[in-house]
């Protein structure tokens, strides 16, 4: 069964600071993976996935995110942040043709204005 | 609108007392599951259906039942609920039809449950 870490739980940063979130997977086959992003209060909204193709992948709200094959690796970036971007983001996995997602624990990001 | 709906959204129970959250989606999808959110733990996976009559546990079924009877539904019963299952609870669905070899998968707007 696939399984995912994310590291560094909480995170702090300041508006306009650059964000880095790591994903590692662990699954030996060929993988779908995918970052969500849940708002105070909300539910969770697909930032962005990763199928095929393209590895550099790009989402909403000017997130991006990089699939390195040889790192079992899907980290979130984005340049500069904004004080909207507060949330705690989750990295998932799934099989290849399989629906069930693996999640990670979270990353919880605080932007101070 | 694509969407998969969940009912109630907020419940304050007392143990022992069956409920039942609802889960509804449009979408003619044929995988649902539910997932419960905790602290510091993530989203783990309760039980899923991959279609009509066909459930099976996921990482954490302990102390729930599913049905699926129609295709748009998947209720979540706790039959006998204890403090352990206050959470956060989402249901989600998705296509059984591979786009580019894989799914997404569409959530509800959450069921926050709280049993004292």
Known sequence: ?????QHNHHV????????????????????????????????LQLLLKYFSGDPLVKGIKGFEAEFIKSKFSFNLRKPSV????????FCAVNAYGNNRLAFGKGNQVVVIP | ???VTQNPRYLITVTGKKLTVT?????????MSWYRQDPGLGLR????????E?????????????????????????????PNQTSLYFCASSSGQ???????????????LTVV
């Not at chain 1, 979130?21 to 992003?37: P, Q």
């Not at chain 1, 904004?82 to 983001?89: I, L, P």
């Not at chain 2, 996976?45 to 009509?52: A, D, E, L």
């Not at chain 2, 591979?98 to 926050?112: C, D, K, L, V």
């Open chain 2, 23 to 31: 889960c509804s989606q449009n979408m003619n999808h044929e995988y």
């Open chain 2, 1 to 3: 609108e694509a969407q």
């Open chain 2, 54 to 82: 066909v459930t099976d546990k996921g990482d954490v079924p302990e102390g729930y039942k599913v049905s699926r009877k129609e295709k748009r539904n998947f209720p979540l019963i706790l039959e006998s609920p204890s």
């Open chain 1, 12 to 43: 702090i940063l300041s508006e306009a600071a650059s964000l880095e979130l790591g994903c590692n997977y662990s699954y030996g086959g060929t993988v779908n993976l995918f970052w969500y992003v849940q708002y105070p209060g909300q539910h």
């Open chain 1, 1 to 5: 069964a696939q399984s995912v870490s």
């Open chain 1, 82 to 89: 904004q004080w909207s971007d507060t949330a705690e983001y």
């Open chain 2, 45 to 52: 996976q309760i039980y899923y259906s991959m279609n009509v």
């Open chain 2, 98 to 112: 591979r786009e580019q070899g894989g799914n997404t998968i569409y959530f509800g707007e959450g069921s926050w």
